[in-house]
């Protein structure tokens, strides 16, 4: 066994001290390893929970704020005011800057006889107020702004069907 000087020069040497412990020297620096090595995959899991939180509220919210426009409908849903009904949706979410929500927001809304069977993304090609007694669909996506690097984007879409009075 050598001698206590010599271990401690011996483990300063050492990039790993794990398997060393025995000696005093080379536990004194352990605690500091550690916490490098588990500090980052601790931010991203917060990172990721706070993502996760971000689009379940932006989802939540433009789904309740749909429905709640197909059961009393806003004068800009009646008019066709698609600018104006953008901003209105825009102003409930908050976890987005407005500006930015504006600029990303699609909404369509367009007769529920006009719209296709078959499943297709919200590409805002129509936004028209629809005839009294019409049945009408509703439709909105947000691309949510990403918190962690190397996420994939996330859209947030919701959509209504509701008669028109």
């Known amino acids: 066994m050598p001698a206590r000087s010599d271990a401690r020069r011996w483990c300063r ?3 790993i001290a794990g398997a060393f412990r025995r000696f005093g020297a080379c536990a004194r620096g352990a ?10 995959p601790m931010i991203g ?3 990721g929970i706070l993502q996760y939180a971000v689009v379940q509220y932006a989802q939540v919210v433009l789904s309740d704020r749909l429905h709640l426009s197909a059961s009393r409908p806003e004068a800009e849903l009646l008019l066709g005011d698609r600018a ?6 825009c102003g409930k979410i908050v976890v987005v800057p407005s500006a930015t929500c504006q600029a990303r927001l699609v909404v ?3 007769p529920l006889s006009a719209s ?3 499943p297709t993304p919200v590409r805002g090609a129509s936004f028209s107020a629809g005839l009294p007694k019409e049945v009408m669909l509703l439709r909105a996506a947000l691309p949510i702004p990403i918190v962690i690097p190397f996420v994939p984007a996330v859209t947030v879409q919701s959509s209504v069907v509701y ?3």
């Open 13 to 15: 040497g050492l990039r």
């Open 31 to 40: 605690s500091a390893v550690e916490f490098a090595l588990l500090a980052w």
């Open 45 to 47: 899991l917060v990172l």
């Open 84 to 89: 104006g009904y953008r901003a209105l949706l």
């Open 108 to 110: 369509e809304l367009a």
């Open 116 to 118: 296709p069977t078959a």
């Open 163 to 165: 008669r028109r009075t």
